[in-house]
């Protein structure tokens, strides 16, 4: 087989962050670790990595909004803010400040999932980061008080107010989730929550929150890059092994199927100069039995510039200004989504008849061996691609142990990948893309009739 060049040049790239030369272009590479388990519970991942004097300390606690419950959403995101703000023997701004004066990089992020936490850093200040992160698990709940809490509760209101409710299109996904799943669905709230679920949160609900799911039996800490492992284990039983075991969580492990009767077709004012297209079906959770073969079919469909989608819309008929698609595995439930932005003085109409005949082209026709091999190759660099930085392994290591138990499990999800048959992305395409979907049009305010109707016309 002729080799990609890309992938190529990525193994060189990489050769010396890996530790291994890539002898196929093809091959993507093992990451070596050790993984052990602190009696509070707390699970240690480690990864050596000499060729920079640079390492990264990522921790995961196993909390996301899929968590909360109708109601008390938010927290979770809540916390991501909430964690930075100091602890027993951390003023308020200490955290930060010490970081980076010590030439650090830090942040954390949430999702429907898991909240994560990571620093990277030059490997002398590493047990600066240790201490940093261990009082804010075992100490930060003597500091949480209402005015604290109030803070961080304001900052989120406003983030709501920057990212969803005053930027144009920022309400989309809310409905989509609204309309998607049913109430009580883990998945049927947004991530950064409701502003009156924020609002309503006592100082006890934010308290007891923190009790369950920040815990060293509810986290996994991942150190990779430049270190002495016997050193490192020492400053993590040091800062993290007397901080006390939580109560058992008992997560979800499944949640009741969802079924959509019917094409829904919703609309949505908002403050915007052209309409935009969402279509979307429920698929499958992540890494799932179908998940590969729909994520291939999202790049063949709209997820670049050589997409079926992108090339007949944005290039060929040059009526929409961008297009994209993508799967959506998360650990409970999954979506597929197609969304599309028309060019002024285009009618969604004329884009979702154009749609409905390419979905219709892969149902009945399949895809082509070169379409497979391209989008098979583009997520091989992107496998290399997140191997290229300590912080990359931290968060690939931490991931796959969170879903699927083995830190080094990035071979068998490559593999997963490679497996994928044009015959299986014909079949994915038919069986979840042939399903009823939520369709949401997105018009400037007062213009509700430029909204896609299921009768296919504008109304």
Not at 186 to 207: F, K, N, R, T
Not at 408 to 429: C, F, G, H, I, L
Not at 441 to 451: A, I, L, R, S
């Amino acid at each position: 087989m002729k080799k990609n060049p890309l992938l190529v040049a990525l193994c060189y790239l990489i050769i010396g962050t890996l530790g291994a030369a890539c002898a196929d272009a093809q091959a993507t590479p093992r990451i070596q670790f050790e993984k052990y388990r602190l009696p509070n519970g707390l699970e240690v991942i480690l990864h050596e990595d000499h060729s920079t004097p640079i390492v990264a300390v990522d921790t995961w606690y196993h909390v996301g909004s899929g968590d909360e419950q109708v109601g008390r959403t938010g927290f979770a995101h809540l916390f991501e803010h909430i964690m930075f703000m100091g602890s027993q023997n951390v003023p308020v701004g200490a955290f930060d400040q010490m970081l980076e004066a010590a030439g650090a990089n830090n942040n954390g992020s949430t999702t429907e999932d898991r909240t994560n936490y990571y620093e990277t850093l030059p490997s002398n200040a590493l047990q600066l980061a240790l201490w940093l992160d261990a009082d804010r698990m075992g100490f930060l709940l003597p500091t949480m008080d209402l005015p604290k809490v109030n803070l961080q509760r304001d900052v989120v209101k406003n983030e709501r107010r920057q990212r969803v409710d005053n930027v144009p299109y920022g309400r989309a996904d809310e409905i989509i989730l609204a309309a998607l799943y049913p109430k009580t669905h883990p998945y049927s709230w947004p991530v950064i929550g409701s502003m009156s679920d924020l609002s309503a949160a006592s100082l006890a609900d934010v308290q007891n929150f923190f009790k369950t799911y920040y815990a060293p039996n509810n986290a996994t800490l991942t150190i990779a890059g430049d270190f002495d492992p016997s050193t490192v284990k020492k400053l993590v039983a040091l800062y993290f092994g007397s901080i006390p075991r939580g109560p058992e969580v008992k997560r979800r492990l499944t949640v009741p199927a969802v079924a959509i009767p019917r094409d829904t077709f919703l609309v949505l004012e908002d403050k915007v100069q052209l309409p935009r297209l969402f279509y979307t079906w429920h698929s499958v959770k992540g890494f799932s039995k179908d998940d590969a073969a729909l994520d291939i079919l999202a790049q063949i469909i709209a997820n670049d510039k050589n997409s079926r989608l992108y090339k007949k819309l944005v290039y060929d008929l040059q009526i929409a200004q961008n297009v994209s698609a993508g799967q959506d595995g998360s650990r409970l439930d999954g979506k597929f989504q197609i969304d599309v932005s028309p060019k002024p003085g285009q009618k969604v109409a004329d884009i979702d008849r154009i749609v409905q005949t390419e979905i219709a082209g892969v149902i009945s026709g399949g895809v082509t061996q070169r379409e497979l091999q391209r989008a098979q190759n583009l997520y091989k660099a992107s496998f290399l691609n997140r191997l290229a930085s300590v912080l990359g392994k931290a968060e690939v290591l931490n991931s796959y142990n969170y879903f699927v138990g083995n830190p080094d499990y990035v071979q068998q999800d490559a593999a997963r990948y490679e497996r994928v048959t044009a015959a299986d992305v014909q079949r994915v395409a038919k069986t979840y893309l042939g399903r009823p979907k939520i369709v949401l049009t997105v018009v400037p305010e007062g213009k509700k009739d430029m909204m896609l109707t299921a009768s296919g016309g504008d109304r």
